[in-house]
């Protein structure tokens, strides 16, 4: 789907992800934090309206949040408030393709881009390049797997990704995690696909 596609969507079907950020981020972003990864400057890459970027900023993260579709955009900055936390968002309107940070980030977080396997693994590795020596990256969405085992999600099997399409965009990242993620969906289960990783760093 092109920008004005997505904006068609919003357009007609505003909090179509709700406002809850997905369990599994926050869950992989809490761990980074634990295992030692300071708060600092982040990405929430395809913000959409803005679940992740608005968390982040309330745990204190600096986010630039971006998303091509200027409609999303005008839509996160209407339910953004700054009502007393410590980190902020910047909204961006851009093109997860083209699109770069001005300055290194600590952490990148994209959730539920689909994108064809080429496109998604480019997208994958720049956004590894963003990041300071031992910043994370987290890309959640849903599975080819889904399509036989899950529920929801794009029906398109070509913007579904795999293990291995993830694995090709975290060349050069040190893996945390990459595998497939179940998340109860109603009474039915929906079958995620997660790559966590981060830059290398000397030990
Ligand atoms: C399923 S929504 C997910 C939004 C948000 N990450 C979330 O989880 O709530 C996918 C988002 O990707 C955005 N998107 C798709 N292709 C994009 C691209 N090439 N550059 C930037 N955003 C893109 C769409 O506009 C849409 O907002």
Redo the contacts with the bound molecule.
């Keep these: ?1 092109d ?1 004005s596609a ?1 904006n068609a969507r919003y357009l007609a079907q505003p909090d179509a ?1 709700g406002t809850t950020p ?1 369990a599994r981020i926050v869950a992989e972003v809490t761990a980074a934090e634990d295992a030692g990864l300071a708060v600092g400057t982040s990405v ?1 890459l ?4 803005g ?2 970027a608005r968390w982040l900023a309330a745990h204190g993260w600096q986010v630039e949040a ?4 200027e409609i ?1 955009i005008e839509q996160a900055r209407a339910k953004d408030s700054d009502d007393g936390r410590d980190g902020s968002v910047d909204w961006v309107v ?4 083209t699109w770069t940070p001005d300055e290194p980030v600590d952490l990148v977080v994209i ?5 064809d396997p080429g496109s998604l693994a480019r997208v994958l590795r720049n956004a590894g390049g963003w990041l300071k020596p031992g910043g994370h990256l987290v890309y959640l969405g849903h599975a080819a797997e889904n399509l036989r085992r899950g529920v929801g999600g794009p029906q398109d099997p070509t913007v579904l990704p795999g293990i291995a399409d993830l694995a090709s965009g975290a060349e050069g990242l040190e893996v945390v995690s990459l595998r497939h993620d179940l998340r109860p969906a109603g009474k039915a289960t929906a079958v995620d696909v997660l790559l966590h990783a981060r830059s290398w760093v000397e030990r």
Excluded: E, I, P, Y
Excluded at 46 to 49: E, F, L, S
Excluded at 94 to 97: E, H, I, K, Q, V
Excluded at 111 to 115: C, P
């Design positions: 789907m920008a997505w992800w997905a929430d395809a913000c959409g309206d679940r992740h971006v998303d091509f579709s999303a851009g093109d997860a393709l959730g539920f881009l689909h994108l």
